[in-house]
Each structure stands twice: as C-alpha cells, then as structure tokens.
C-alpha cells in the first residue's frame, strides 16, 4: 500500500483550514498532519514534522505572508513542496510565489479533482498552474517578444525527455527555483497549464527537438 502524502494547511482562517482537513484528510492517498495560522508556526511545524506538501494560503495576517513562510521553508534541511492555495491571482502575487520557489499556484475556486491532482504533482516537484493562472501568465508575457529563449528550449528538452526539476537544475547549474520560473514563463508563452502540455505545444511547433 502507497504510503499517503503528509499534508500541513496554512491559512489563517480556521474555517477554512477545516474544509481543507475535511476534504484532504478524508483520502486514502492523503493524511494532514498539522495546521498553522502564522509563517512562523508554519515554518516550525514543517521542521518537527517533515511534510511532503505544504498548502499554503498568501495573506496570513499579522507577521510574515505566504512567500515569506514559503522562502523560510524551502530554507529548511529537508524542506517540503509548497503549494500555494488562495485567493489572490495577480501576476505580482503570482510571480513573487513563484520565484519563492512555490512549486504550484491554485485557485481556492478550483475543483477538488484539480487540488488533488495539483496535490500529487507538486509532491513529485511538477508544477502545477490553475488554469486562470496560467492565462493571467499567457496575457502578461504576450507581445513581440514571445519565442523562447535558449535556456528555455534547454530546459524544455530535458522536460521533454523524463527529467524532474531537480535534475534539470543539477545538470544545467542553477536552482530549482529558478528551473520552477522558467516553467512559469515556458507555459505562459506556450498558453498551457501543465509540463505534458508543454511538451507537447512545443514539438508540434517543432521548438525543440527530442
């Protein structure tokens, strides 16, 4: 048997860190095993515990935000995946996330099926777009500079042929956070949501070759 996915929610409303509960801890693939209302509380919680995922919400009140929480964690000895899960959709809110190092970016609209899709993805260091944020993405990167760059096509490639962002940042030198923004800017520029979808906008448009 599969060994579930541990969980930490990260919101400052407790209602809705129980709907999260409810809905995450009811899965056999899934088991929340602590809440935080507070970057730091997050960022205590995930080092006693050791979480696959952190879901973390962008506004928490008094104190450090979400990206704060989210760089502090990833900061950690053995950090967690952070999936970003709000309200805010702006491409500010959005790209400060991400360059954070999140691996994901949700809507707190989005279907249950998508979060726990999201959920698996980013546990296996995918990233994960909503839908609406990945246009807001496409919109902002739109103009006569569209084609993708070098390190693009580089990065893109090696998506293309099985590799996990960490492999891609071990073999190109750079950082995972800085392989997770290029995602960003890859699936704005293409008008996809997702790594297969990438992958499969840029052979058809004969942009990389495998």
Same mark, same amino acid.
């Given at each position: 048997?599969?060994?579930?996915? !541990?969980? =930490?929610?990260?919101?400052?409303?407790?209602?809705?860190?129980?709907?999260? !509960?409810?809905?995450?801890?009811? !899965?056999?693939?899934?088991?929340?095993?602590?809440?935080?209302? *507070?970057? #730091?509380?997050?960022?205590?919680?995930?080092?006693?515990?050791?979480?696959?995922?952190?879901?973390?919400?962008?506004?928490?009140?008094?104190?450090?935000?979400?990206?704060?929480?989210?760089?502090?964690?990833?900061?950690?000895? #053995?950090?967690?995946?952070?999936?970003?899960?709000? &309200?805010?959709?702006?491409?500010? #809110?959005?790209?400060?996330? =991400?360059?954070?190092?999140? &691996?994901?970016?949700?809507?707190?609209?989005?279907?249950?099926?998508? $979060?726990? @899709?999201?959920?698996?993805?980013?546990?296996?260091?995918? &990233?994960?777009?909503?839908?609406?944020?990945?246009?807001? $993405?496409?919109? !902002?990167?739109?103009?006569?500079?569209?084609? $993708?760059?070098?390190?693009?096509?580089?990065?893109?490639?090696?998506?293309?042929?099985?590799?996990?962002?960490?492999? =891609?940042?071990?073999?190109?030198?750079?950082?995972?956070? *800085?392989?997770?923004?290029?995602? +960003?800017?890859?699936?704005?520029? $293409?008008? +996809?949501?997702?790594? *297969?979808?990438?992958?499969?906008?840029?052979?058809?448009?004969?942009?990389? @070759?495998?």
């Amino acid at each position: 048997m599969t060994t579930p996915l !541990r969980l =930490i929610l990260v919101d400052d409303h407790p209602v809705v860190r129980a709907g999260l !509960r409810a809905l995450l801890g009811g !899965r056999p693939d899934m088991a929340v095993v602590a809440e935080a209302a *507070t970057a #730091d509380d997050a960022v205590r919680q995930a080092a006693a515990l050791r979480p696959d995922v952190v879901l973390m919400d962008l506004q928490l009140g008094a104190g450090a935000d979400g990206v704060a929480a989210t760089e502090h964690l990833l900061a950690l000895p #053995d950090p967690p995946r952070v999936l970003v899960l709000t &309200t805010y959709d702006t491409e500010d #809110d959005i790209l400060r996330a =991400i360059e954070a190092g999140a &691996t994901g970016y949700l809507l707190k609209d989005c279907p249950p099926e998508e $979060l726990f @899709r999201a959920v698996h993805a980013a546990a296996a260091g995918q &990233t994960v777009l909503s839908p609406p944020v990945a246009a807001r $993405l496409m919109d !902002r990167m739109r103009g006569p500079r569209t084609t $993708l760059s070098a390190r693009e096509v580089e990065i893109l490639t090696l998506l293309a042929r099985g590799h996990a962002n960490k492999e =891609i940042s071990r073999r190109l030198f750079i950082s995972e956070a *800085t392989v997770k923004t290029h995602l +960003v800017h890859i699936y704005a520029k $293409l008008g +996809v949501d997702s790594r *297969t979808a990438a992958v499969h906008a840029a052979v058809e448009r004969k942009l990389i @070759r495998l």
